[in-house]
Every structure is written in C-alpha cells, then in structure tokens.
C-alpha cells in the first residue's frame, strides 16, 4: 500500500516536473498564481518554482516508496528513503530561498507603487 502511495506522489511529481499534457501550466494557472486572501502569488508561480515544489513532491514519493520497499528489501529501501530525505532538504532550501525573494520583491514594488 505503501509503495503503491509512494508510485502516485512520484508520477504526480514527475508529470508536473516535465508538464504532462500540460498539466504544470494548468496548475499554475488555475492554482498558483491566484491571491490567496491577502498571501499574494509566491514563487511557485513562477515555473523555476513550481519545477521546485513539483520536486518536492517526486522526492516524497520516493521517501515513502523507500519506506514501503524496506520491509523486504531493507538496503534498496533505505537508500531510496536517504535520497528521497536528501532531495526534499534541497529543494525546501531553494523553496524558502525563492518565497523570501519573491516576498521581497512583492514588497519593493508596494513601497515604490506608494511613494509615486
């Protein structure tokens, strides 16, 4: 059951990371790039940081394929779970990098819009 939730975060990320039929563009479109109540789009909305967060969720899957697959093959399993742990810590350093520079660029064009 596992491995079978691991394989469907890994193709979901997969096929966002690569926009299968469209299907990145769609989710930045429709998702993304909307205003959250006041939370302005961020960095995801950008395709730099969707490929980001689109890798965060393969590297999930592939943590969580580690932890079912272990059971009967521990060192396969193990080593998906440590690479898998090893691209999600990655990726969240980028992800955190670009919120904060896309925070502050937000914030740099609503003090130069009030000061014109």
């Known amino acids: 059951m596992l491995v079978a939730a691991g394989l469907v975060l890994l193709g979901v990320g997969a096929a966002l990371l690569v926009n299968l039929g469209g299907s990145a563009k769609a989710v930045i479109r429709r998702v993304t790039s909307r205003n959250l109540g006041d939370l302005a789009p961020g960095y995801a909305a950008s395709a730099a940081g969707f490929r980001v967060y689109a890798t965060l969720i393969a ?31 990655i990726a969240s350093v980028l992800a955190i990098t670009g919120e904060v520079r896309a925070y502050r660029a937000l914030t740099r064009q609503r003090k130069g819009a009030g000061q014109k």
């Not at 079912?68 to 090893?86: D, E, F, Q, T, Y």
């Open 59 to 89: 590297s999930l899957g592939v943590v969580v394929c580690g932890v079912g697959v272990s059971a009967a093959v521990p060192l396969p399993g193990v080593a998906a779970i440590l690479l898998g742990v090893a691209v999600f810590a």
